[in-house]
């Protein structure tokens, strides 16, 4: 930006004037311009100001940034949003709808929520490790509150924003205290992962995942590149329900990833942002992350409530660091704030304070169960319209049952680019143009419109 | 990319030689190394063993510290954060009325906001701070994106500069908000400081701050305290404003205002945002960022905004979608809570009009504890000049106490507050001004 031009607004010829000069005309001007600060005055004060001398640069400094491009996943529902087709359908974002495609906010929830304006709690600032009672019940979800790393204090928990909070925050612990290590992350994986990396400058590099001939999992290419990268990289698994393909490794390659892992001294690093959601167990959705721990690795995870507590915009969610000691455990967690403290000082408490509620209580508790097992419930039975629905209207033969064997509330339906572009401009159906569906966002009564533009968009677009 | 630096293995060993050479190594004092026993049967090494704790947070530690106090006579003036006359936080009434509102709407849902934030909230904050006649906002030359309350609207600020802006070098005044040069430095802008305070007026040094700014290269960005300075509650006037806007202009360079008591420091919004509307109004760009932590109490909510005043419209938009790709991969969106609630009340005229009374009463309240303090020390005939107290604006006190002193006083007193020196005024009461004067007066007394 090498000029920065000058210009004067008011008739006085002071550009010949020293700076000293300037200042001391306008001192003058000043000093017999009375200002009011109940606001009727103010309008003298900028008269004043716009007959003074100096003028701020007439150029942006800014003029030369570019207009960055929508977000892939968000963006996609603002352009949803701006459709005004009477079939357009949202398969966008990850948001659960009811079957008839509103938002939900769970009973649980508004239950929490009225007994904390009852109680009526402050508004404190959150220690920057987040609330305590909190921490504490996450922690015990995921693990288990008698399993060993927690009896042992080897936990390390901060609360974070959802689950990218979490993930940066763990992303950035990664950038100060082990540079130079990278992280695989699984091809393909949710959208922002490489975002979160590249930001934090941790190093990236990626493992096959999946197979588009199957559908399924590429188990060998898999392993093979687990095995293949540099000792001591950090491995990012998710936890349950992949996303953006819905498939999951079974128990048996579960320990399978667990061995090679161990054998590389790599990290495992789980990002849990459908617990409860995938299967409708809680317990059966930490399975994997159980093992691990199990097995008296280290290990890192990333949890979220956004969808398995329907509190998307709440951001709650938090860092675990599984170390061998306590020690360790309590070093960690204050590098975790250390890191923590110059983004955002210190967690919002109102997403924090209904989880807490809600899971420390053993009423709410298990209502919450039972609304996730009915979200978790819903959208099973939509996989199953939907396969239903494309069995009887696809007569290619074509094997759809990667829908049924796809868990969560993605699925991968193995459209390219175009395809999902036609998906969109032809049939009004949003999803992201990786081929990712959000079967959270479909009802019922929408399969059959659905099973067709797959259809259409698979057999007649290359 | 960095280069591939140690292994695990090699740091694994590393931490081992530690270990065993023994306390000649300064790192001993601060790494504890595991025991074999420890930990879980047969696990390796920690892959953690060279991570160090960390110390304290220097303002948030205090709090720590207090907390672990288990004296009767505690008083903590650590945190800026607002208490009662009987020394409770306080949730302001109209804030109260908001989220039972909230609660009582049926249709609200808690979907994503998008990453720019809650576009009602994004729109009052940017009136409240610029005016709501401000033709900066009436030409669309405003982008004005929520965040995490000021902390968050400086990180986003910061990164954003440091991407896109062709000088990294932030100007901070000295001294400042302890978490400003780590939020910036972080952000990937190289720190400088501009004199401010002067130790022995106890006031402004305004020559040192134009020498400073003069001397800046050119395009550098300031950082300035809208109002009520934190630490000091040295304020320039309204003269010495300009003066400074005058220079800055002058020198191209940019002003980034951290506006986190409006409304707080005099008690009046409009007169709180002076600072920062005398500079968009002479048609210049700034970055402004907003905390609503203080001013409606919502500290915990971590409700703010970063607003970014531009030549454009089209740089406005440009720049905006800018920062959604600093966001998104920070946290994706923000929290809704906080914003739901500013947004109720800032749109409301009757709920607007109830918080400027409340608002109001918490300054007044603070103006109040800073002459009951000052005639206290005065009765106690306690040596030194300490019309500053009553001078100074805002929540906080720079008292000028060195940190022994300040040491000597929580030691003795139990009296928590930064080794600075600051104490936070919005902790003090009628019955507890009479302990602080005690405390003041003995360590100025009795230790130099």
Known sequence: ?462 | MHSGVASPADRRLSALIRHLEGASNAMDSDTITASPTSGFPGARNSVFEHVVRAPEDPILGVTVAYNKDSSPLKLNLGVGAYRTEEGKPLVLNVVRRAEQMLLNDSSRVKEYLPIVGLADFNKLSAKLILGADSPAIQENRVTTVQCLSGTGSLRVGGEFLARHYHQRTIYIPLPTWGNHPKVFTIAGLSVKTYRYYDPVTRGLNFQGLLEDLGSAPSGAIVLLHACAHNPTGVDPTPQQWEQIRQLIRSKALLPFFDSAYQGFASGNLDADAHSVRLFVADGGECFVAQSYAKNMGLYGERVGALSIVCKSADVASRVESQLKLVIRPMYSNPPIHGASIVATILKDRNMFQEWTIELKAMADRIINMRQQLFDALRSRGTPGDWSHIIKQIGMFTFTGLNSEQVAFITKEYHIYMTSDGRISMAGLSSRTVPHLADAIHAAVTRVV
């Open chain 1, 1 to 462: 930006m090498a000029s920065a031009m000058l210009s004067l607004a008011s008739a006085s010829p002071s550009a010949s004037l020293s700076l000293q000069e300037n200042l001391k005309i306008s001192w003058k001007r000043g000093t017999s311009s009375r200002i009011n600060f109940l606001g009727s005055d103010f309008s003298k004060t900028k008269s004043f100001t716009r007959t003074s001398m100096t003028v701020a640069v007439k150029v942006s400094r800014f003029k030369d940034i570019t207009m960055a491009p929508p977000d892939p996943i968000l963006g996609v529902s603002e352009a949803f949003k701006a459709d005004t087709h009477e079939m357009k359908l949202n398969l966008g974002v990850g948001a659960y709808r009811t079957e008839d495609l509103q938002p939900y906010v769970l009973n649980v929830v508004k239950k929490a929520e009225n007994l904390m304006l009852e109680r009526g709690e402050n508004k404190e600032y959150l220690p920057i490790e987040g609330l305590a009672a909190f921490n504490k019940v996450t922690a015990e979800l995921m693990f288990g509150a008698d399993n060993a790393v927690i009896q042992q204090q080897r936990v390390a928990t901060v609360q974070g924003l959802s689950g990218t909070g979490s993930l940066r925050l763990a992303a950035a612990l990664m950038e100060r205290y082990f540079p130079g290590a990278r992280v695989l992350i699984s091809s393909p994986t949710w959208g922002n992962h490489k975002n979160i990396f590249n930001d934090a400058r941790v190093p990236w590099s990626e493992y096959r995942y999946y197979d588009p001939k199957t559908v399924g999992l590429d188990f060998d290419g898999m392993i093979s590149d687990i095995k293949a990268a540099p000792d001591g990289s950090f491995v990012l698994l998710h936890g349950c329900a992949h996303n953006p393909t819905g498939i999951d490794p079974t128990p048996e390659q579960w320990e399978k990833i667990a061995d090679v892992i161990q054998e590389r001294n790599h990290i495992p690093f789980f990002d849990v942002a459908y617990q409860g959601f995938a299967s409708g167990s809680l317990d059966e959705d930490a399975s994997s992350v159980r093992l691990f721990a199990a097995r008296g690795m280290e290990l890192l995870v990333a949890q979220s409530y956004s969808k398995n507590l329907g509190l998307y915009a709440e951001r709650i969610g938090a860092i675990n660091v599984v170390c061998a000691s306590s020690d360790a455990a309590a070093r960690v967690k204050s590098q975790l704030k250390r890191l923590a403290r110059p983004m955002y000082s210190n967690p919002p408490i109102h997403g924090a304070r209904i989880v807490s509620n809600v899971v420390g209580n053993p009423e709410l508790f298990n209502e919450w169960k039972e609304e996730m097992e009915m979200m978790a419930g819903r959208i099973k039975s939509v996989r199953q319209k939907l396969y239903d629905s494309l069995c009887a209207k696809d007569k290619s033969g074509k094997d759809w049952s990667f829908i049924l064997k796809q868990i969560g509330m993605f699925s991968f339906t193995g459209l390219n680019i175009t395809q999902s572009e036609n998906m969109t401009n032809k049939w009004h159906v949003y999803m992201t143009k990786d081929g990712r569906i959000s079967l959270a966002g479909l009802s019922s009564a929408k399969c059959e419109y659905l099973a067709d533009a797959i259809i259409d968009s698979y057999h007649n677009v290359k």
